[in-house]
């Protein structure tokens, strides 16, 4: 068995697809709309497995009361972009382009190496590496 993806609701589907295509080299296909129920929604697809993201947006999809990733459900995505030399370089420049980091740079307890940085929607992203060099 494998995950064939996972989703999300955004706001705006152009800026995280353009975020996640930029600095993570996710290959986005045509947005899909279906204008009967306000809805559209895009996949992400990432890496060689393919593994994917769908963004969609339906402007009646309101934000909880709590603080995001202070609810029970989803609280981050990881992603793995190689080794500890590729995990400092996008970070820094992620935090260069006004990004959030939102948890710097280290070796977690569980032995990954790690920084956390928000999307433009300010859900957490972890950029990990699958090697510790």
Not at 29 to 47: A, H, Q, V
Not at 93 to 118: D, K
Not at 120 to 131: D, T
């Amino acid at each position: 068995m494998t995950i064939d993806h996972i989703a999300v609701w955004v706001d705006d589907i152009e800026s995280i697809r353009r975020f996640y295509s930029t600095h993570f080299d996710a290959v986005s296909n045509e947005i899909y709309r279906n204008p009967k129920k306000n809805y559209t929604s895009c996949f992400l697809s990432f890496g060689e497995n393919k593994t994917r993201i769908e963004l969609m947006h339906r402007p009646d999809v309101m934000d909880s009361s709590s603080p995001r990733n202070f609810t029970k459900g989803i609280t981050h995505l990881a992603i793995s972009v190689g080794n500890v030399a590729s995990v400092n370089e996008l970070t820094e420049r992620l935090r260069t382009e006004g990004y959030t980091v939102q948890s710097e740079l280290r070796t977690t307890g569980e032995g990954y190496y790690e920084s956390v940085v928000l999307d433009p929607e300010e859900n957490s992203i972890e950029i990990v590496a699958n090697q510790l060099d």
